[in-house]
């Protein structure tokens, strides 16, 4: 039994030996490329699919912001350059106003701060652009809080908010300081300080003159050299941020444009109606906020609809409430309060245009 335990280890040791000879050998020779592997690298490669949604995009929320913010910087530049220090410290108060009501609020509610995604700064941006330079500087203070915490961090943030935040700080001025909201006379003589020099007669802005029946200067109006709120007299600065946002690819052109263009047609048909001559539809497309709402409020990704049909129906609706308003309201400007009752009929506009599945068949009624 001995003998053959011992003759089995040493055959066991000397085939150790051997594969250990014979894999040395192996590493020695240049490795040559397998036919197999060959083949293999010759088959094309295949994507790995995962679950929907496939689309993919550099763009998230901090650029799409700071575009709409370089898309303003004309129309507040004009702005600024009409009314100099006055509009400076509107558009500051306001901006300041909101990044600090944003960031108080979310330290106090334990949340994560998110003012370095420039949606506060924005706010702040648009709704110094929707007031006089004449406003009292603590009104802007409190058009700010509302509009940062009551329209949107209330209902859970960005992205949760129903209505466009900086709209909904504006309706809250007008209703609430109504005079101070439009008042536009400014300081006689022209300076550093106080900007362009109107008197009382001529501080009506041209869409107020439009509707008593007197027509300002349409190039006036177009270069933005008029009376208005700081970011609204402009419509060149105005189309020129557009522009800079169509081609980033920030806004699309559907609400927009067909809000513009269903307010003129309602608004030549209006004037058909009552007998008036068709020409004042050229101050009523430069006139007001008319430009500033369609490009850099309605095109809100929150509060406007995703679907194509929505934005069509959306658009529409913006520009038969805006044409209602002008003609019917005791102001000559409706834009904020069309804007923002579009944006609460967004939910029922996409409850019934948004698509269907594909494939999905309607569940039979009851009974038949």
């Known amino acids: 039994m001995e003998e053959n335990k011992n003759e089995v280890t040493e055959e066991a040791v000397e085939k150790n030996v051997q594969l250990a000879e014979a894999e040395k050998a192996e ?18 490669k295949l994507l790995s699919v995962s679950s929907s949604p496939h689309v993919r995009d550099r763009s998230s929320t901090k650029s799409i912001m700071r575009d709409v913010v370089i898309a303003l910087i004309p129309a507040a530049g004009v702005g600024i350059w009409n009314f100099r220090l006055s509009a400076v410290l509107v558009i500051l108060t306001c901006c300041v106003s909101c990044v600090l009501a944003e960031l108080i609020w979310q330290k106090c509610m334990k949340q994560p701060v998110t003012t370095g995604d420039y949606s506060a700064l924005l706010t702040g941006l648009l ?56 008042a536009f006379t400014i300081k006689e003589g022209a300076d550093w300080m106080y900007g362009i ?90 006139g007001g906020g008319l430009m500033l709402g369609a490009w850099f409020m309605a095109t809100d990704y929150v509060t406007s609809p995703i679907t194509k049909k929505g934005k069509i129906i959306y658009a529409i609706l913006l520009g038969l409430l805006t044409a209602l308003f002008r003609f019917f309201g005791e102001s000559a400007e409706g834009v904020s309060f069309a804007i923002i009752i579009g944006n609460i009929c967004v939910p029922l506009i996409e409850r019934f245009t948004i698509p269907k599945p594909f494939g999905l068949e309607k569940k039979a009624k009851e009974g038949a």
């Open 27 to 44: 590493e020695k020779k240049p490795e040559a490329k397998k036919p197999e592997a060959k083949k293999a690298e010759d088959k094309p």
């Open 127 to 182: 709704l110094a652009l929707n007031m006089p330079a004449t406003v009292p500087l603590w009104m802007c203070v409190l058009g700010s809080v509302f509009a940062i915490i009551v329209a949107k961090q209330i209902f859970g943030g960005l992205g949760q908010n129903f209505m466009n935040p900086a709209l909904a700080g504006r309706c809250f001025m007008v209703l609430s300081f109504s005079s101070a909201m439009t």
């Open 197 to 286: 020099a109107v008197d009382a007669t001529s501080s009506a802005t041209p869409l107020m003159q439009v509707k008593q029946g007197v027509l300002p200067s349409l190039k006036d109006m177009f270069l933005g050299t008029t009376t208005g709120t700081i970011g609204e007299t402009s419509v060149v600065a105005l189309l020129i941020g557009a522009a800079y946002l169509l081609l980033r690819r920030v806004i699309s052109w559907e609400i927009p444009v067909i809000y513009i263009a269903s307010f003129a047609v309602i608004n030549l048909i209006y004037e058909y109606a009552v007998g008036g001559a068709p020409y004042p539809i050229f101050y009523e497309l430069c």
